[in-house]
């Protein structure tokens, strides 16, 4: 196991991942190296098809490579078996979706409590509403609420456990320009107070503005990566 | 249909096959009973009433001490009667060498000339006796095989004090003994009773009958009343010490064939009703959900420019696919399990040409039932789904409405974690399709309390009957009514410890317009080995003076206990007298009439008479008791309750796996049915919800708790459900098999819940394991990423 700088939260060594479709192999993935430093905001670009969406998954757990290692700090989760991986989901990785799969028969607050009811060290789930600014909606079931609002249940319920890391896959893909907005600024402010790494999702350049890290995917490649020494306000996001 | 739909639809059939296989066997479970139950009912009467045909079954019966041939011409001019016919039929002592109980047999005589105009019968081996022959008899064939003899064979009778040494020259059947029973007994015994049937002239000789006859039955015109003709003929016949002239109705073999066609009919019709409609309620229930979750396809074909039509034709097939699956294996097994059920009558009762029929039209009905009932499901949903415009079905479906149910705002739901209130609120979300599986569900409960239900009624029963009121260890019947003197020489046999006497008087009881010809059974009032136990469970003392009689007689005559009643012997000097009723008994087997010896004596005017004896034997020396009474020549027949426990037990342990096999089988099929389809739609509906919760780092476990959760709470409601509704139709049973025989006590077991319970549990668990197999292989990305 290779040395790790203290403030390395996950750490992809040439990843590579093919799948199999019928008779084509589908190169997903091909060598990618990445590193999510503690309290990073990484924001991956890349069209649809790209690997950005692979890398993620994989990142987070839900898939796993064809080659390469992956180690979250010190441990290889390289070859971890599915009780592991969710383990690894379940104390560690806060996931957002472009389509917000809330459980439809609970309510906001137990929407969130759905997950402190598993987790080690959570914030209540009040708080957490309170950070996406959604106090005044605890007690509404996700038909009552807008998808803006669902959307920011949603990143209530992945950061209440206190992720190490919080993954966003087209976290506005679903939202207009304001409530697209509105939700960027939720996650940028939960980074800045949390210090929860945060990784993004899109294929919308202009929200590359808003990180620390700006990546660019091709055909399974990162083909470009750009350190922003001042992180742009959301407001300012050009849709 | 399009090419494309076609394959579409085979593809998915095949994506579906559980669930499709599972809905084809509640479809064939519903076809099969109907093909069996309904086939074997009709076959049943059908070859009852051939037989009838074949043999000129008489309408109306009568015994009588004796007559002269001369009274017969005069009996058939009777208004209503088309023909009569007469016979000498008395019961002999066999000697059957290998086997100590004394056995007996009916001697029937044949004509002089030609075949008896009625009641004939029907040769299965060997040929008819010669009309000149004394010594050539025809044997029944039941007696025949469970004696191992045949035509040529010899068999030795004690007829009249005589011994005679007889030639089996045949074997035959007759619709008067399709079920050989000895008198006063409870089963046929085909090893100690067989059925004789000689020339006239030989009986005639053996009894002293010449020119007379000791039975007479009728063959009645269209129009007669069976009633009024049954009148006449007692009064012609009083004076020749009738024994009560009786219509077929209550001819012994025609009774319990009846009873038994009765209650063919009954549960052939009612059994088949409910599975049918169980199948018909889950198609409709799962077909309807199936085809809810293929809402996306529907838009999308709609977007094609598919007609309503086209599209509702296309998910029509899905439902006429395991319908057809499910007739075809329900009519395959149908028949085959008809020919078995058949066969297992073929075993009791001797009825010549009883094979198993195939009925097209009832197949067909069947058949369209079901089809009608998986289409109506299938449509509703489809017309549901094509209704809505293609652009809004192909959108996300908006997130289901949710509210806080009654249970929590009580408060206690506070208590609960997220993942209890997730299955809580999808129940009270949908209550009617929870309380609709739950109902299905309940049925494979009830069906279980049914047919375990069944066992525990006949088994308390015989347990009543053979060991709390026939306390004896031998009964003892006479050919001809005894002295009382005859006890003293019955406590001498060996190994008796304890002899009470025991009168059977025949005797027409009169209320008002109804009456009834029954015997009268006289016991010692201080008897301690036959016990009169009331409806409470407790000891019904006899009266000095007036009757007990059994609920059934009670309800058939109207009366109630203090009322009075109008009681003819049949014998002796036909003595009348006014008796009052004195105690009503909830009696399972015959209809009985109880009277304290000495009152009997005295109403029937003949006093200190016993046509019977119960004997306390000690055990080790039955054997020896036997032997001694097959020597006895008064000594007709030597029962005991332990050898009919005995026999019952064997008999029914054989029976039983076979019924609980089937039961298990069926209530299982529809356990599974609900169960599993309602898991697996679940899954489809709930796919992301869960997906999530998994992503979100819910274990395998957690999740498929949360999924069948919902499942195990349908089987839970389900039992109470299943238990109530198993122990209202068994309620239903009771009364449906209720017959002069035999009746059915309402006694339902313990185990039964809890087996009943247990085996749709069982069920619930196979079809939950199944689901979460497919839950584990669960593709989390995309389920995620894509939308429903």
């Not at chain 1, 950005?52 to 987070?60: P, R």
């Not at chain 2, 001809?480 to 006890?487: A, H, L, N, T, V």
């Not at chain 2, 109530?724 to 313990?750: C, E, H, I, K, S």
Request: aromatic fraction near 6%; charge should be neutral.
């Amino acid at each position: 196991m290779s040395a790790q700088p203290p403030d390395t939260v996950l750490r992809a060594e040439k990843l590579s991942k093919t799948y199999r479709m019928g008779e084509v192999s589908v190169h997903a993935l091909r060598d990618v190296d990445l590193t999510l430093h503690r309290g990073e905001l990484l924001v991956l670009l890349g069209a649809s098809g790209s690997g950005k969406s692979t890398l993620l998954n994989i990142l987070g757990g839900l898939d796993t490579a064809s080659s390469g290692r992956l180690f979250y700090g010190d441990q290889e989760l390289t070859g971890a078996s599915d009780h592991a991986l969710t383990n690894y989901r379940r104390l560690h990785i806060g996931f957002v979706f472009q389509f917000y799969n809330l459980v439809s028969s609970l309510t906001a607050r137990e929407n969130v409590a759905l997950v402190t009811d598993i987790a080690s060290n959570p914030m209540p789930p009040a708080e957490a509403l309170a950070l996406v600014g959604l106090s005044d909606r605890l007690h509404h079931f996700p038909s009552q609420l807008s998808g803006g609002e669902q959307q920011r249940v949603a990143i209530a319920r992945a950061i209440a456990k206190r992720p190490d890391v919080l993954l966003c896959d087209e976290p506005t893909g679903a939202l207009d320009a304001a409530t697209g907005k509105r939700v960027l600024a939720v996650l940028d402010q939960v980074n800045q107070e949390t210090g929860t790494t945060t990784a993004i999702i899109t294929h919308n350049a202009a929200i590359g503005g808003m990180g620390d890290t700006i990546i660019r995917m091709s055909s399974g490649e990162i083909t470009e990566r750009i350190s922003n020494r001042a992180r742009g306000n959301v407001e300012q996001i050009e849709w | 249909m399009v090419a494309a739909l076609h394959q579409k639809l085979r593809r998915e059939l095949w994506q579906l096959k559980g669930q499709m296989l599972s809905i084809a066997l509640v479809v064939a479970t519903g076809i099969m009973t109907v093909i069996t139950m309904r086939g074997g009912y009709e076959s049943l009467v059908s070859a009852q009433q051939d037989y009838y045909q074949q043999t000129r079954f008489a309408d109306v019966w009568v015994a009588v001490r004796r007559a002269p041939e001369s009274l017969l011409p005069q009996l058939s001019r009777v208004p209503g009667i088309a023909l009569a016919d007469s016979r000498i039929s008395r019961m002999a002592t066999l000697d059957l060498p290998d086997i100590d109980a004394p056995a007996i047999a009916r001697f029937v005589s044949l004509p002089v000339q030609g075949r008896p105009l009625l009641n004939d019968i029907v040769i299965q081996r060997g040929r008819y006796p010669d009309h000149a022959a004394i010594d050539e008899v025809l044997i029944n064939e039941k007696f025949a095989v469970a004696r191992q003899l045949r035509p040529g064979d010899n068999i030795r009778a004690i007829i009249n004090g005589r011994a005679r040494e007889l030639n089996i020259v045949g074997t035959a059947i007759s619709p008067e003994h399709v079920y050989a029973m000895p008198p006063g007994a409870l089963m046929p015994d085909d090893q100690r009773y067989g059925i004789l049937w000689m020339g006239k002239t030989a009986l005639e000789a053996a009894w002293d009958m010449d020119g007379a006859f000791n039975e007479a039955f009728f063959k009645l015109t269209p129009d007669a009343d069976v009633l009024e003709v049954v009148s006449t003929l007692n009064g012609l016949l009083d004076p020749f010490g009738n024994q009560g002239a009786y219509p077929r109705r209550d001819q012994p073999s025609h009774l319990i064939l009846q009873g038994e066609l009765d209650q063919n009919r009954v549960m052939g019709t009612a059994i088949p009703a409910i599975f049918l409609s169980i199948a018909v309620f889950l198609l409709h229930l799962v077909l309807g959900r199936l085809i809810t979750t293929q809402r996306g396809e529907i838009a999308v074909l709609k977007a094609f420019g598919y007609r309503n039509s086209e599209i509702g034709t296309h998910y029509l097939m899905f439902a006429l696919a395991a319908v057809a699956a499910g007739i075809a294996i329900g009519g395959l097994g149908g028949v085959a399990l008809g020919q078995a059920y058949i066969g297992l009558y073929q075993q009791y009762f001797d009825i010549p040409e009883l094979h198993y029929q195939i009925s097209w039209p009832l197949i067909l009905s069947a058949a369209l039932i079901s089809l009608l009932g998986a289409a109506s499901g299938a449509m509703s949903a489809v017309l549901k789904a094509a209704r809505l415009p293609p652009a809004e079905a192909m959108r996300p479906e908006a997130p289901a409405t949710y509210r806080a149910g009654p249970l929590e705002r009580t408060g206690l739901g506070d208590r609960l974690p997220a993942s209890a209130r997730m299955v809580l609120r999808n129940i009270e979300r949908k209550p009617w399709q929870t309380l609709l599986s739950s109902t299905g569900v309940a049925f494979s409960v009830a069906i279980l309390v049914i047919g375990f239900f069944m066992f525990d009624g006949i088994r308390y029963l015989m347990t009543l009957q053979f060991q709390e009121i026939q306390r004896e260890d031998v009964a003892i019947t006479f050919y001809e009514p005894q002295s009382d003197g005859i006890m003293h020489e019955l406590w001498r046999l060996p190994g008796v410890t304890r002899a009470e006497p025991l009168r059977s008087a025949p005797a027409r009881l009169v209320h008002s317009h109804l009456q009834r010809d029954i015997s009268i059974t006289g016991l010692a009032p201080d008897s301690q080995l036959r016990r009169l136990i009331a409806s409470s469970g407790l000891d019904q003392p006899l009266p000095p003076e007036g009757l007990v009689v059994s609920r059934l007689l009670a309800e058939r005559l109207g009366i109630a206990v203090g009322d009075v009643l109008d009681v003819r012997m049949l014998e002796g000097q036909r003595h009348r007298g006014r008796v009052v009723v004195g105690g009503i008994v909830d009696d399972f087997m015959g209809i009985n009439a109880y009277m304290n010896l000495t009152a009997l004596d005295t109403l029937s005017g003949q006093q200190q008479l016993i046509s019977g004896a119960l004997l306390s034997v000690s055990s080790d020396q039955r054997t020896i008791l036997y032997r001694t009474l097959k020597q006895a020549p008064m000594v007709a027949g030597v029962a005991s309750p332990d050898d009919s426990l005995q026999s019952f037990e064997q008999e029914m342990a054989q029976g039983i796996f076979v019924s609980v096999g089937f039961l298990v089988g069926f209530a299982s099929v529809i356990a599974v049915g609900v169960i599993y389809n309602g898991a697996r739609i679940a899954l489809s509906e709930r796919g992301r919800e869960l997906a999530s919760l998994r992503v979100m780092g819910f274990h395998r476990r957690e999740v498929a708790l949360l999924l069948l959760g919902e499942q195990a709470l349908i089987t839970l409601i389900a039992i109470p459900l299943g238990w109530l509704l198993g122990y209202t139709l068994a309620w239903a049973v009771v009364q449906g098999m209720q017959t002069d025989l035999f009746r059915l006590p309402y006694v339902v077991n313990y185990d039964t819940w809890w087996y009943s319970a247990a085996i749709v549990v069982i069920a619930a668990a196979g079809s939950a394991v199944a689901v979460r197999r497919r839950l584990d292989r669960f593709d989390l990305i995309s389920v995620l990423k894509t939308r429903e």
